[in-house]
């Protein structure tokens, strides 16, 4: 075929907006392929990295200046009505909650056996008691578990690791050295859970994989970690080969600013906090921590 008839092709295409016409934009943030599927962007996906960062202490500082059960469940409720902005669905949120549900009623029980008996005592031995005042601090840590690390999920779980380095360099306005190191680090998650995967299929191919649940564990971690010292050392290399680790102030391809739907965003997690509180306060049930 000669290249006068090459460009004639490409023509065609480019009338007819088929493959290779341009037509298609396959890095748009409105476009994101999950699963074989193009999904549409979330309301979430044009709020600046910083302040989701920011957002996501304003969801859950003022969660640590009181412990009960009121505040908790509300910041929950409120959290899960701002699902659909997320784009995420509940089922997806649910599965990546489910480490803390486990982890939540381990820091009850602490507060269940040792915290400050009040009311009713129902068991007590030795420093260990029960009773009606620690049964509702176990709750409410439990819940205070949740509510904290829900909006991590809510903010964090879509979020683009270059939009962020654009944005902490940018934004943030933080050393150039520190930001692409973050960002390196951040990509390197993946090949983790990719190395994780690959030792475990590799273990049961040898026939060694379905016995000692907590000994494969162990042995695992190990190894994975002698991989990621491993590529950590030849990526820092690599990157300083590059000149990644220049003190020359450098220039950033992709602009990151704030927009008023940031704006927006910080003012509706005040309001959560706000409902927060004041529906605790008008309860009865708010109590600071160091009471």
């Known amino acids: 075929m000669t290249r006068l008839d090459l460009g ?3 023509r065609r295409r480019n009338a007819a907006g088929g493959p290779g016409s341009g037509a298609e934009d396959a890095g748009s943030p409105a476009l994101r392929p999950e699963g074989g599927r193009a999904e549409a962007g979330a309301w979430i996906d044009g709020v600046n990295p910083v302040t989701r ?5 304003l969801l859950s500082i003022p969660l640590f200046a009181s412990i009960d059960v009121t505040s908790g469940l509300v910041a929950i409720g409120l959290q899960l009505l701002c699902l659909p902005l997320s784009g995420l669905r509940l089922g997806t949120v649910l599965r990546r909650l489910a480490l803390l549900l486990v982890v939540a009623p381990i820091a ?5 056996l040792y915290a400050a008996p009040g009311g009713k005592v129902f068991f007590s031995f030795g420093f260990a008691h029960i009773s009606e005042a620690s049964i509702q601090l176990a709750v409410a840590v439990s819940i205070r ?3 904290l690390g829900l909006p991590t999920i809510l903010l964090f ?3 683009d690791p270059t939009a962020l380095a654009d944005a902490l360099a940018q934004v943030a306005h933080l050393p150039s050295r520190f930001v692409l190191g973050v960002l390196a680090g951040t990509r390197m998650l993946g090949l983790f859970l990719d190395d994780w995967r690959t030792m475990s ?7 060694v994989g379905d016995r000692g649940v907590l000994r494969r ?3 695992m971690s190990f190894v994975l970690l002698v991989f990621a010292v491993r590529r950590g050392t030849k990526l820092a290399l690599a990157m300083e080969a590059r000149g990644f680790g220049s003190e020359i102030p450098r220039t950033w391809s992709r602009p990151s600013r704030l927009h008023a739907r940031d704006a927006i965003a910080l003012a509706g997690g005040a309001g959560i906090m706000a409902l927060s509180i004041a529906a605790a306060v008008l309860a009865g ?3 600071f921590v160091w009471s």
Do not use: Y
């Open 53 to 57: 960062i920011l957002l996501a202490l």
């Open 201 to 207: 299929l590799a273990r049961r191919a040898r026939g």
């Open 157 to 159: 779980a879509r979020m």
């Open 285 to 287: 049930t708010f109590r």
């Open 145 to 147: 578990v949740v509510a």
């Open 108 to 112: 009850g029980i602490s507060m269940l």
């Open 8 to 10: 004639r092709t490409q």
């Open 217 to 219: 564990f162990v042995t």
